[in-house]
């Protein structure tokens, strides 16, 4: 089941991701995110990036 939230959009074109999609995504603060727009699906997609993953930029 998908979980949703509405966010707004700050001046400087920031969005806090909610508390429980945090939570669920296991995001804290100073974590590296990758943004990408699904072009196919019409969606932003923000995707954890691993510490493997850290490791290997």
Do not use: C
């Amino acid at each position: 089941m998908p979980v949703e939230d509405i966010v707004k959009v700050s001046r400087n074109f920031q969005v806090t991701i909610p508390a429980r999609i945090r939570q669920k995504v296991k995001v804290r603060e100073g974590d590296l995110v990758r943004v990408i727009y699904d072009e196919n699906e019409n969606v932003v997609k923000i995707i954890p990036i691993s510490r493997e993953e850290l490791e290997k930029l």
